[in-house]
Nanobody, 128 residues
């Protein structure tokens, strides 16, 4: 079993920065990939970013490319999503997830299907 706990959400203004954390416990970072997703009110959950452990391989949604950065601290069993230049349309509940599946391309982790465990989410609200 794996437990994922997100933190770092809050209310910020457009243009600000925010760093989300995803702390893992249990059968931790032997997983292959960590991803971040978000869900805005009335919308489907959507992919934000993914990274493959032990490599520099990352993949981002076009809507966040160049503004968000996904990373991981193996020693702390914690993943991060650095959010810069946030926009009101970034307002959502953000979820981290981990996957043990082995797809060749990191972009293949841009749907919910490959993920085995999910956190409970953290709210990010961006005011204009």
């Amino acid at each position: 079993q794996v437990q994922l706990v997100e933190s770092g959400g809050g209310l910020v203004q457009a243009g600000d920065s925010l760093r989300l954390s995803c702390e893992a416990s249990g059968r931790t970072f032997s997983s292959n990939v960590m991803g971040w997703f978000r869900q805005a009110p009335g919308k489907e959950r959507e992919f934000v970013a993914a990274t493959r452990w032990g490599t520099s391989s990352t993949y981002y949604a076009d809507s966040v490319k160049g503004r968000f950065t996904i990373s991981r601290d193996a020693a702390k069993n914690t993943g991060y999503l650095q959010m810069n230049s946030v926009k009101p349309e970034d307002t959502a509940v953000y979820y981290c997830a981990v996957s043990w599946r082995t797809y060749y391309y990191v972009k293949d982790y841009s749907t919910q299907t490959p993920y085995d465990y999910w956190g409970q989410g953290t709210q990010v609200t961006v005011s204009s």
